[in-house]
Nanobody
Framework: QVQLAESGGGLVQPGGSLRLSCAAS????????MGWYRQAPGKQRELVAT???????NYADSVKGRFTVSTDNAKNTVFLQMNSLKSEDAAVYYC??????????????WGQGTLVTVSS
């Protein structure tokens, strides 16, 4: 089993910053891929940023230059540093992790979501 614990959401004014964290735990042998997605009311869930096991990153065009995805040295925690936040960034942010477990299973696990509100 693999569990994810997200934190860091909240209310921020336009132009402000927030840092999201997502810690993975459980029977993880290899972390293949970690990332953040978001879903605003009435919209489909969309990719925000991802980071692969070799450190390669991918960003949505709408967040390039403002958001930074990173992991800790153990690659069990993924962070999303969000700067210069805009009202259109408001959404529920979900962490997703793809791992190979100690039992050699390939698993895709989603976090419970954390709400980011951008408002003055």
């Amino acid at each position: 089993q693999v569990q994810l614990a997200e934190s860091g959401g909240g209310l921020v004014q336009p132009g402000g910053s927030l840092r999201l964290s997502c810690a993975a735990s459980g029977s993880i042998a290899v972390t293949e891929h970690m990332g953040w997605y978001r879903q605003a009311p009435g919209k489909q869930r969309e990719l925000v940023a991802t980071i692969s096991g070799d450190g390669g990153t991918n960003y949505a065009d709408s967040v390039k230059g403002r958001f930074t995805v990173s992991t800790d040295n153990a690659k069990n925690t993924v962070f999303l540093q969000m700067n210069s936040l805009k009202s259109e960034d408001a959404a529920v942010y979900y962490c997703k992790v793809v791992v190979i477990t100690l039992g050699a299973r390939y698993l895709e696990v989603w976090g419970q979501g954390t709400l980011v509100t951008v408002s003055s």
